[in-house]
Structures are given as structure tokens and as C-alpha cells.
């Protein structure tokens, strides 16, 4: 079975390749400064509704099913051709939980935009926006965690972007009882060939944690400071007829910890991460390899780590893990502004000395998003 499976994968990726994840644009919510707009006051609105289930029996990755919705209304004041003021709420509701909202936050973001370049302050495009590669971001983060406050520098040119960002995740004050968390990174593309449909590129990623702080009262507990890091080459190929396009999408991931007292249960490790696939009218196909030693995550998706964070199997380790994963998604915008996003995602675990059987995960996404403009500002 495993030489088979290698076999196809092998097969796939020369016959084209995959971006490391399903395209999201549909998912994503972004709003910037618009020239046209300017002294006008709208209303912009996104509803993200999720079914995630994971049939999974593996001691790395719970299974579990997250089912609800997300509403996100904000006001936007155009206050310059460059410049964007918003406010808004991020309302979480998990269908089945009787205690009413499971999350909610206020947002506030200012917003300058010029030419290529973009800078957020407040709420970010954070998230899914970034482009992280699953071993660095896990997509469920898009259902369980999608506010981040901080600063974001975003520059997007045909040839190249840049998303360099930093986030406060706790903040403290004097004599607090616990320690300050800070976490930022940065997601680069360089464009080398682009060309009668064809495009290399050179991707470059990377995530670091911070836990300190000089004002907070756990002074015996270390200093912790975490690294992710990958890059790699992605090249694609735009075809014609029911076939649009094949690419491919490869990294050599990282993972270290630079904290004075080390705690973590490896130092230091790293992964390959391959994928292969083909985009169509029919839907897309990927297939993604991952072979991991000691590898540990920030953000990422806990099936890809060495050490366990399961609820029943905590700290458990494997130092290897080879995981090979087959992917199908239907996307499709059924009406203006609402969009359907399918996924089945089966893998088989390789590596684990627990021969599990096949295992999957499926997902349904229904978002709708649109822009109502509200008034014009008299001055």
C-alpha cells in the first residue's frame, strides 16, 4: 500500500502541482481604502457559516465537529483616498451551545493604502489572509481563533508580496499574574518566470512566539521563545478546457526553540512538505506528502507534530511521521456574493508504530459577503 501511494503521488506531482492549501479566497474578508468612496460611510458585512468534522482515531489529532456560524458587521469610513476607518463585532455562535455567543470581540482597524502597499492597525487580515502552509497555520484557527490585533504591512505586486505582521495575544499589566504571549511572522512570494501560463516562484515563511514579560509575578517560570520557518518553489501551469491549471508546491519546514531554559520536548526539528494537483470546472485535486522528525508547531495543524497535544494522549512522541494525504474541493459561487466551499480530505499515517486504518476529515463552508454603501459625510 505504501509504495503504491508514493507511486501515485510521485505520478502527480510531474503532471502538475498544488498550492499547499485550497484556494480561500472566497472565504477571506477584506476591506481596504477605495478613492471612489471617499466621505462615504458603509456597511460591510460577512457571514461565515462551518461544518468541520474529523472522523479521526489517531494519537495526534482529535476527532471532533465544530458547527455554527460567524457574523462579522463593520462600519467603514472613507476618510481619504488612502485612508480607511473601521468598526465593527466579530460574533461567534456554535450551533448545539445553549449559553448563547461562544466568542465575541469589538474591531477597530485604520487602514492606509497606497499604490501597492498596505498598513493595517487594529483587527488584521490575519488568519487564512497570511498564506501560511497547513504545518504552520491550521485552516480550523479560521473557525476557532480569526481575530488577530496588532500591525500588518502588506505589499502586493504582480512579481512579489509581502505580509510582514505582529500580534499581541496577552497583553499585561503590572503585577499580573501571568506571563505577556506576543507571536508575528512573515509570508514572502518571489515571481521568477511568468510566462505563456507558466509561473515559478520561491516562497518563504516564518513564525515566532514570544512568553515574557518584566512586569508580571511568575518570575520562576523561563522565558519561552519559539520559531516555524519553510520554504521551498511552487510552479503552476494555466491550461485550457475543463482542466484550468496544474501546480505543484514544495517546503523544507522548520522548528526550533530559542528559549534560555528549554521545556519543549525536542529543540529542534524539521519536515518536507510536498504537494501535487490539478484545479478544474469539476473541482480541485491535491495530493500532499509529509514526513516530519521532531517537529513541533506554533499555529499549525497538530496532525503534522512529534509530540501530542490529544486530550487522552497528551505528550505523547513519535519523533518520525510520514502522512500522506489525498484532497478533493467543489468550489462554486452560487449566487452573487454567497459562496460554497466542499472539502474531503482523507490521509493515511505512514509512520506510526499504531497502524490506523484510513481516516478523513470534510468540511462545509457557506459564506456570504457584500458591501452596502450607508451615507455620505456632510463637512
Not at 135 to 161: A, M, N, S, V
Not at 175 to 201: D, F, H, M, R
Amino acid at each position: 500500500m505504501r509504495s503504491l501511494l508514493l507511486s501515485f503521488f510521485l505520478l502527480l506531482s510531474i503532471a502538475g502541482s498544488s498550492y499547499a492549501q485550497f484556494n480561500s479566497t472566497a472565504i477571506e474578508n477584506r476591506i481596504r481604502p477605495d478613492s471612489t468612496a471617499t466621505g462615504e460611510v458603509h456597511l460591510n458585512f460577512y457571514n461565515f457559516n462551518y461544518v468541520r468534522n474529523y472522523e479521526y482515531s489517531n494519537p495526534f489529532h482529535d476527532g471532533y465537529t465544530l458547527y455554527g456560524t460567524q457574523l462579522q458587521p463593520e462600519l467603514v469610513y472613507y476618510a481619504h483616498p488612502n485612508l480607511a476607518i473601521v468598526m465593527g463585532a466579530y460574533m461567534r455562535k456554535d450551533f448545539g451551545n445553549d449559553r448563547g455567543l461562544y466568542d465575541s470581540k469589538l474591531l477597530f482597524a485604520l487602514k492606509y493604502h497606497k499604490k501597492d502597499l498596505t498598513l493595517n492597525f487594529g483587527s488584521l487580515e490575519g488568519g487564512i489572509h497570511h498564506g501560511y502552509i497547513e504545518p504552520l497555520w491550521d485552516f480550523e484557527r479560521q473557525i476557532t481563533d480569526p481575530i488577530q490585533y496588532g500591525t500588518q504591512l502588506l505589499i502586493e505586486k504582480d512579481k512579489f508580496k509581502l505580509d510582514a505582521w505582529i500580534a499581541w495575544q496577552k497583553m499585561i499589566y503590572r503585577a499580573s499574574p501571568v506571563k505577556e504571549q506576543i507571536i508575528g511572522g512573515l509570508t514572502t512570494e518571489v515571481s521568477l518566470y511568468k510566462k505563456n501560463g507558466w509561473n515559478l516562484s520561491i516562497p518563504a515563511q516564518f513564525i515566532a512566539y514570544h512568553k515574557g514579560g518584566q512586569i508580571d509575578l511568575e518570575k520562576d517560570i523561563p522565558l519561552q521563545t519559539l520559531f516555524n520557518g519553510a520554504t521551498g518553489f511552487k510552479v503552476s501551469k494555466a491550461t485550457y478546457g475543463p482542466v484550468s491549471s496544474i501546480y505543484t508546491s514544495n517546503y523544507i519546514v522548520g522548528y526550533k526553540d530559542f528559549s534560555p531554559t528549554k521545556q519543549q520536548a525536542f529543540q529542534g526539528g524539521f519536515g518536507l512538505w510536498f504537494n501535487a494537483g490539478v484545479e478544474s470546472k469539476y473541482g480541485s485535486l491535491a495530493a500532499s506528502y509529509w514526513k516530519g522528525n521532531n517537529f513541533m508547531t506554533i499555529k499549525g495543524m497538530p496532525l503534522y507534530e512529534s509530540v501530542s497535544s490529544n486530550l487522552y494522549e497528551f505528550g505523547y512522541k513519535e519523533s518520525s511521521r510520514s502522512i500522506f494525504l489525498l484532497r478533493y474541493a467543489y468550489q462554486k459561487e452560487l449566487i452573487p456574493n454567497l459562496y460554497l466551499d466542499v472539502r474531503l480530505e482523507p490521509h493515511i499515517d505512514l509512520g506510526t508504530s499504531r497502524k490506523e486504518s484510513l481516516q478523513f476529515q470534510h468540511s462545509f463552508f457557506l459564506t456570504y459577503k457584500e458591501n452596502f454603501r450607508l451615507f455620505k459625510v456632510k463637512k
